[in-house]
């Protein structure tokens, strides 16, 4: 198994990880460029949160 790097948890994403997995589904479901750069400062505003919540969720936010 991998080390893990010091205080940090093996289930633990950076900012960049969670932008990565937005992209991802960004690309997947034909989400518009200005929709997801809001996606993208809401992951910067609160990284950790957003790694605990579905992509749906994100979306949701950043489309009302």
């Not at 990565?20 to 400062?41: L, P, S, V, Y």
Request: glycine share 8%; hydrophobic share 35%.
């Amino acid at each position: 198994m991998a080390d893990k790097k010091e205080g940090r948890r093996a289930d633990d994403m950076s900012a960049e990880e969670v932008k990565q997995f937005w992209h991802g589904f960004c690309e997947r479901k034909g989400i518009d460029a200005g929709t997801r750069a809001r996606g993208d400062a809401k992951i910067d505003e609160d990284p950790d949160y957003w790694a605990d919540q579905t992509m749906m969720r994100l979306l949701d936010m950043v489309s009302t």
